[in-house]
């Protein structure tokens, strides 16, 4: 989708995304092998009370479920900055996550008429409804040619 078609303030809700515990361990394995997500006697112990998912675990889910929608598509030039991430609750095994997204903001490329930047408002939410990740991510996307001086 290009510049001019990215839909402003509407939002898209996404699939469901199943965590399990092989994939907490999995990510957390290569990428945050901190206790709470990898050891479960240690982390029954902890204020979680049993294996939680990495922050950054869950924000890879959450983009994953975004880019799943497919809205911007081949447009994509790339990401540009990710703002506000606040992790709000813990994920655990079982939790089932969906995303809204939310175009908030659209703003031409000041150098580049042929390009302009979009930032997508992305909340995470269990199956309980319960808000447990909030993230602002700018990308840069293509803008329609036919639109550009010759």
Do not use: C
Not at 71 to 87: E, R
Not at 99 to 118: L, S, Y
């Amino acid at each position: 989708m290009k510049f001019e078609e990215i839909p402003l303030n509407s939002t898209i809700i996404t699939d469901v995304y199943h965590v399990t515990k092989e994939k907490i361990n999995s990510f957390a394995s290569e990428f945050d092998p901190q206790y709470m997500h990898i050891d479960e006697e240690k982390a029954g112990k902890s204020i979680f009370g049993g294996i939680i998912s990495s922050g950054l675990h869950t924000l890879s889910i959450t983009w994953r479920l975004w880019i799943e929608k497919n809205l911007i598509g081949d447009d994509v030039i790339g990401g540009v900055s990710m703002n506000n991430v606040k992790f709000l609750k813990p994920v655990f095994p079982g939790d089932q996550l969906t995303v809204q997204a939310k175009i908030i903001e659209k703003k031409d490329h000041p150098k580049q008429i042929d390009r302009g930047f979009f930032t997508v408002l992305l909340q995470t939410f269990n199956q309980n409804k319960d808000l447990i990740l909030k993230a602002e991510i700018t990308g840069l996307v293509k803008k329609t040619t036919n639109l550009l001086p010759h």
